[in-house]
C-alpha cells in the first residue's frame, strides 16, 4: 500500500509562486518505482494532467497549459515529488492531487492509469 500526502498549497496573487509537495510512504513506493504525477480539478471542471515525472528524473512531461511555468521534480531519498508554480494565473486555481502509477505512459493517457491519490491542496490565485 502507499500513501501520498500533498502540502504546499494556499492563496497567492496572480504572478505569484508556489511549490506543492507530495510525500510518500510505504513499502511499494520503492519497491515499484513509481512514476509520481500532478492533476487539479478546477470547480465544474473534470480533473487534468499537468505534469508527471519517472523514477529516474530523465523522463518528463507538462500539459501545455503550464510548460514554461512549472517545473516538476523528485527527491527518491526523501520519496517527495514537488510542483514548482511559477507566473500563476487565476485559471491555475484547483485542487491539486498527487498521483503515482508504475509509468508516466499510465499518467498520461487520456483515461489516466493511476495506482494511488493523494487527498488533493487546495491552489486558489488572486487576480
Known amino acids: 500500500q502507499v500513501q501520498l500526502v500533498e502540502s504546499g498549497g494556499g492563496l497567492v496573487q496572480a504572478g505569484g509562486s508556489l511549490r506543492l509537495s507530495c510525500a510518500a510512504s510505504g513499502r511499494a513506493f520503492s519497491s515499484y518505482a513509481y512514476a509520481m504525477g500532478w492533476f487539479r480539478q478546477a470547480p465544474g471542471k473534470e480533473r487534468e494532467f499537468v505534469a508527471a515525472i519517472n523514477w529516474r528524473r530523465a523522463d518528463t512531461r507538462y500539459a501545455d497549459s503550464v510548460k514554461g511555468r512549472f517545473t516538476i521534480s523528485r527527491d527518491n531519498a526523501k520519496n517527495t515529488v514537488y510542483l514548482q508554480m511559477n507566473s500563476l494565473k487565476s485559471e491555475d486555481t484547483a485542487v491539486y492531487y498527487c498521483?503515482?502509477?508504475?509509468?508516466?505512459?499510465?499518467?498520461?493517457?487520456?483515461?489516466?492509469?493511476?495506482?494511488?491519490w493523494g487527498q488533493g491542496t487546495q491552489v486558489t490565485v488572486s487576480s
Open positions: 498521483a503515482a502509477n508504475p509509468s508516466v505512459s499510465g499518467l498520461l493517457s487520456p483515461s489516466p492509469q493511476v495506482d494511488y
